[in-house]
């Protein structure tokens, strides 16, 4: 199984998109600072997550929920700032 998560941050209420085999193993290095793009502004809050077959599948809706609209959508749904 493969995943794509949503996360926010607790410290600026940014949203972070990714995917992944394990995501509670992901979401524990997000927030001990061992993901680059996201140390700055950890601790993260998982949001949601969506379970799929393969990785393309996966891959393929995290770039959709990084589009900008989609992105805008989550930070609105969510109460999140615009970068």
Same mark, same amino acid.
């Given at each position: 199984?493969?995943?794509?998560?949503?996360?926010?941050? #607790?410290?600026?209420?940014?949203?972070?998109?990714?995917?992944?085999?394990? %995501? /509670?193993?992901?979401l524990n290095l997000h927030n001990r600072g061992k993901v680059k793009s996201t140390k700055a502004?950890?601790?993260?809050? #998982?949001?949601?997550?969506?379970?799929?077959e393969s990785r393309s599948?996966? %891959? /393929?809706?995290?770039?959709?929920?990084k589009s900008g609209q989609q992105k805008e959508s989550l930070r609105k749904k969510y109460g999140a700032v615009a970068k």
């Open positions: 199984m493969f995943y794509v998560y949503i996360l926010k941050s #607790l410290k600026n209420n940014d949203i972070y998109v990714g995917s992944t085999s394990d %995501f /509670r193993n992901r502004n950890r601790p993260w809050q #998982l949001l949601e997550h969506y379970e799929f599948e996966a %891959f /393929r809706q995290e770039m959709f929920y």
